[in-house]
């Protein structure tokens, strides 16, 4: 494992090295996730941190593109309207006798 150092400011900062931000694909603005880890020596890890957005986005292909959201609220609507009608329906008379 190559180890390269960085010096922290005053204000808790350090600048990650070229060659790592390289490796890792860092961009200015980039969120990276640093873990401290206590397995016999004490070490910290950085990496990468995306979002669950970033990381999702795209994974669910809507149904046609671009999405009728008219269409889909309409389709909604109706579908709760027949709940409603449903529940205003009287039950059928049971053959209590």
Excluded: C, N
């Amino acid at each position: 494992m190559k180890e390269l150092f960085t010096v922290v400011t005053r204000k808790g900062q350090i600048t990650v090295p070229a060659e790592i931000r390289q490796a890792l694909g860092l961009k200015e603005g980039d969120k990276v996730a640093l873990s401290l880890a206590e397995s016999g020596k004490l070490h910290a890890t950085l990496r990468p941190a995306h979002s669950v957005a970033a990381m999702t986005f795209g994974a669910v292909a809507p149904r046609k593109r671009p999405e009728d959201f008219q269409e889909l609220r309409r389709i909604f609507e109706e579908g709760i309207a027949e709940e409603v009608l449903a529940e205003d329906r009287p039950a059928s008379p049971s053959h209590h006798e």
